[in-house]
């Protein structure tokens, strides 16, 4: 992440712009979580997933800021879903009850940057 985070600087440092920051932190939002993993224990794993749900948000909204939806994508979206309802599902069993909401909450959200990502215009 830090060699991400470096490049993108390099290469979009003069013209940053809202959407830019917002990237920007999404990847040191990236960087923290796999930080706090390196710790062993149910409040790393915690701090970390939501240093990661941060990240999706604002991934998210910076891939939805050029959105445009085509057939091809929407059956991408379809599988994603699918592909989110599924994994959860046969993970459910397995989950502490505690932090069952949290990997939810996480599955969502990074579904819903998956979308945004799908939904992209290409260039």
């Not at 940053?16 to 796999?34: E, M, N, Y």
């Not at 701090?47 to 939806?69: H, I, K, P, R």
Request: glycine fraction near 10%; charged fraction near 15%; include cysteine.
């Amino acid at each position: 992440m830090t060699s991400l985070g470096y490049l993108f600087l390099k290469v979009e440092g003069p013209n940053l712009d809202r959407k830019g920051l917002i990237f920007l932190g999404a990847i040191i939002a990236s960087f923290l979580g796999d930080v706090v993993l390196l710790f062993k224990g149910e409040l790393a794993f915690l701090l970390g997933l939501a240093a990661f749900l941060l990240a999706q948000v604002m991934y998210a909204w910076v891939f939805s800021q050029e959105g445009s939806w085509r057939v091809f994508r929407e059956i991408g979206i379809l599988f994603l879903l699918g592909y989110a309802v599924g994994l959860i599902h046969f993970l459910w069993p397995h989950l502490e009850p505690n932090i069952r909401l949290p990997i939810v909450m996480y599955a969502a959200t990074i579904s819903i940057m998956g979308i945004c990502a799908l939904s992209r215009k290409s260039n």
